[in-house]
């Protein structure tokens, strides 16, 4: 059984910064891509960002420079380092996991950007 929590989420000015976490069970981790999608509301969910099982990264258009995911294989556990935050920014963040061809995903963490 794979489970994936998010933490992290909450209301921030514009401009201001916050950090997700996904933390995962089930020992897969070290093996699985991870990767970080939201859902503005109103719209369809997008990819955010990626990071494979050795590190690789890649982002949408609209947060390059601005977020950064990394993963800790110690600790099964994948973060979103998101700065200079824009309004547009606000949605519900998703924690995916894709191992051996099967999707799992998180509950979803609220982030809320103010202009």
């Known amino acids: 059984q794979v489970q994936l929590v998010e933490t992290g989420g909450g209301l921030v000015q514009a401009g201001g910064s916050l950090r997700l976490s996904c933390a995962a069970s089930?020992?897969?981790?070290?093996?699985?891509?991870m990767g970080w999608y939201r859902q503005p509301p109103g719209k369809q969910r997008e990819l955010v960002a990626a990071?494979?099982?050795?590190?690789?990264?890649n982002y949408a258009d609209s947060v390059k420079g601005r977020f950064t995911v990394s993963r800790n294989n110690a600790r099964d556990t994948v973060y979103l380092q998101m700065n200079s935050l824009k309004p547009e920014d606000t949605a519900v963040y998703y924690c995916?996991?894709?191992?051996?061809?099967?999707?799992?995903w998180g509950q979803g963490t609220q982030v809320t950007v103010s202009s």
């Open positions: 990071i494979t099982n050795i590190g690789s990264a």
């Open positions: 089930g020992s897969i981790f070290r093996s699985a891509s």
């Open positions: 995916n996991a894709v191992f051996r061809g099967l999707s799992y």
